[in-house]
């Protein structure tokens, strides 16, 4: 009797799965025939944008608070600003 409700059981889960990923790709696909954003990643921090943090932090604002304005990780700026074409420094 056991083995048979937890089977009915697995069969439901199974099915709501099924059920769940079906309507993730139905909702993908009307999204995208309607060109709709996706989600996903952000877009990327475009150069200016990283200069204008790097002015604000050498102004005495906090690297954790401009990097949490830009919605990024105070790690990530301090990459981007390293990685910036003319190498600013903090």
Sequence with gaps: M????FTVMAALAQMELEIKRERVTDSVAKRRAAGKDLG???PIFTDS???AAVRLIDAGERATQVARDLGMSRSTLYRRIRELPQATTI
């Design 49 to 51: 944008q990283i200069r």
């Design 2 to 5: 056991g083995s048979m409700v």
């Design 40 to 42: 996903g990643r952000r």
